[in-house]
């Protein structure tokens, strides 16, 4: 099993930043995705970001692009979602997906086995 647990989110005023993150524990594996998605209420969960486990690939919602980062530390297997320049509609609980043995990104939050439990972002106008 893997456990991944989200921390970082919180309340913010529109055009602060937050950085979250995701720290992973349990079965490690010789390759993987891992992916951050949101859900608002009412709404399916989307894809925001996502990286293979070398961080050679990263890939962005267009509604994030330039706006959020993804890093990772592969010492402490966590990975980050640095958030700048928030926005209204970037409010939602947001969570941590794993991938295994796949080292594709996938933006289908059914590819991804793993998941955290949701940090919750709020962003105020």
């Known amino acids: 099993q893997v456990q991944l647990v989200e921390s970082g989110g919180g309340l913010v005023q529109a055009g602060g930043s937050l950085r979250l993150s995701c720290a992973a524990s349990?079965?490690?594996?010789?390759?993987?995705?891992m992916g951050w998605f949101r859900q608002a209420p009412g709404k399916e969960r989307e894809f925001v970001g996502g990286?293979?486990?070398?961080?050679?690939?990263?890939l962005y919602a267009d509604s994030v692009k330039g706006r959020f980062t993804i890093s990772r530390d592969n010492a402490k297997i966590t990975v980050y979602l640095q958030m700048n320049s928030l926005k209204p509609e970037d409010t939602a609980i947001y969570y941590c997906?794993?991938?295994?043995?796949?080292?594709?990104?996938?933006?289908?939050?059914?590819?991804?086995?793993?998941w955290g439990q949701g940090t919750q972002v709020t962003v105020s106008s």
């Open positions: 349990g079965r490690t594996f010789s390759n993987y995705a």
């Open positions: 990286t293979s486990k070398s961080g050679g690939s990263i």
């Open positions: 997906a794993v991938r295994p043995l796949i080292g594709v990104i996938s933006t289908t939050p059914s590819a991804y086995n793993y």
